[in-house]
């Protein structure tokens, strides 16, 4: 017995393991705005930390708009307001095109400030895009079908 667990530990590291990468993090996906499949208007950036929580079209005919949720990060509901109405002037849209809300209660090192609701024009999906996947992914474009999330996503 003692014979067969020697044997089994002398050759156990040549079997059955796999060679470390160093690479244990996912491929994240290009940020949702950044890339090329729904970029923002041209001349607007945001210069300000944050995540996109949705983007997507609303509205019928004249009424219809891109509506893009973002949370702002480490900045106060001041400056994240002076800072997006500035870059809204700079891309020649009107500064009513935001709304600015804080989280209330948050602790003091919370990185996650408050939400930025844009109103802009539609967006169409870059032709030079339609053929990358990840254009058709929600997860990186963070447009969501209005049934989302399929009744089966958790089964």
Request: charged share 20%; proline share 10%; net charge positive.
């Amino acid at each position: 017995m003692g014979a067969v667990v020697l044997a089994a530990l002398l050759i156990s590291p040549h079997v059955g393991r796999a060679m470390p990468s160093g690479n244990y993090r996912p491929i994240l996906p290009t940020d949702a705005i950044v890339g090329a499949c729904f970029p923002l208007p041209e001349g607007l950036t945001l210069d300000f930390p944050y995540q996109v929580r949705s983007d997507g079209d609303v509205g019928r005919g004249a009424a219809r708009h891109r509506r893009l949720v973002v949370q702002y990060d480490e900045i106060d509901a001041a400056t994240a307001r002076q800072r997006i109405s500035a870059a809204l002037a700079r891309a020649g849209l009107s500064p009513d095109a935001a709304t600015v809300t804080a989280y209330p209660r948050i602790p003091s090192d919370s990185l996650v400030r408050g939400e930025l609701v844009l109103r802009l024009p539609v967006a169409h999906r870059q032709r030079a895009a339609e053929l990358r996947g990840d254009c058709l992914d929600p997860f990186s474009t963070k447009r969501f079908p209005r049934s989302w999330p399929p009744s089966n996503i958790y089964a």
